[in-house]
């Protein structure tokens, strides 16, 4: 298996392996169960508004990816953006968290904050149809969070990861991901597998709850036949992820696991549930250096 190892989807030679940068951002389980500052992360409002009326909204970044995973070759960055769609002046605040729901200590920069913050994204004023950025581009190896980001009125919330070269700063790769909403039990997510070229798409899950909560994963086929199953339990604040291909295979905790897939493109859909609305997740298509997001639909 792959680990997740901190990181997003690992290279291993910059293009050739884009697919590698990936693998590594999706496999991490030893922070499954650890403690974490809950008083901390749930500080602030877990709602869930659209924004669509003037409301405030609260989205989730389930993957704040940040660092160089192959020894310095290449190097990502993560940039959210928050948009005020509305016509009045609104407030952002946030949180961001490690993988194991305790507070970040990355370094986090942002086009209305000058002296950057770390952790607690202050409440900041963004004015009728403006933006603000944050961006999250040093960290000593590496690394991934997660956040959750608060507005007041109306926002559109979304992020997209850079690859960079880790000499020459060169762009090789950018990838957008809409923010998640933070309160989702059933969601759906279309899976397209080709063995051959590797071709699967990832996922990540947050339980933004705060108490421990379960999550079963279903793999299915084109024609609805159950491939595989497996249940997941996060403790609060806790984020998880990975390919379908990897964590639904014999030996790991499914059952039924995947048998052996037909050569060739085959098409499916991932399916969770949960009795619990505190999960956010976001989903990534990967085939050699071919990278793309992935549609989520929310069933409850």
Not at 138 to 162: D, K, Q
Not at 170 to 192: C, D, E, H, Q, W
Not at 285 to 300: K, R, T
Request: include cysteine.
């Amino acid at each position: 298996m792959i680990e997740y190892n901190r990181g997003i989807w690992k290279t291993a030679a910059l293009a050739v392996a884009v697919t590698l940068v990936f693998a590594v951002f999706v496999f991490k389980f030893e922070d499954w169960t650890k403690d974490f500052n809950s008083e901390f992360v749930y500080a602030q409002s877990t709602g869930t508004g659209t924004g669509s009326s003037g409301t405030g909204v609260t989205k989730v970044i389930p993957q704040v990816a940040v660092g160089s995973y192959d020894a310095g070759l290449t190097k990502y960055i993560t940039v959210i953006q928050i948009i005020n769609t509305g016509t009045t002046a609104i407030s952002v605040s946030g949180n961001f968290y490690n993988t194991n729901g305790s507070a970040s200590t990355l370094a986090m920069k942002s086009n209305l904050i000058p002296s950057g913050f770390t952790g607690t994204l202050p409440a900041t004023n963004v004015g009728a149809s403006g933006v603000m950025t944050i961006t999250a581009d040093t960290a000593a190896t590496g690394t991934i969070n997660w956040a959750r980001i608060v507005t007041t009125g109306a926002a559109s919330v979304s992020a997209y990861f850079e690859l960079h070269d880790g000499a020459t700063n060169i762009l090789y790769n950018r990838t957008g991901i809409a923010g998640s909403l933070a309160t989702m039990s059933k969601f759906v997510i279309p899976r397209v597998r080709n063995v051959a070229s590797g071709l699967d798409v990832g996922f990540a899950i947050v339980n933004t709850g705060a108490t421990s909560a379960n999550i079963t994963l279903t793999a299915k086929d084109q024609g609805g036949v159950v491939l595989a199953v497996r249940t997941f339990t996060l403790a609060p604040g806790n984020h998880t992820s990975g390919f379908p291909f990897q964590l639904l295979a014999a030996g790991q905790a499914c059952s039924p696991c995947l048998s052996t897939e037909a050569a060739g493109t085959n098409y499916g859909f991932l399916s969770f549930e949960s009795t619990s609305a505190a999960f956010a997740s976001t989903a990534l298509a990967i085939e050699g250096a071919s990278l793309s997001s992935f549609p989520i639909e929310v069933l409850q």
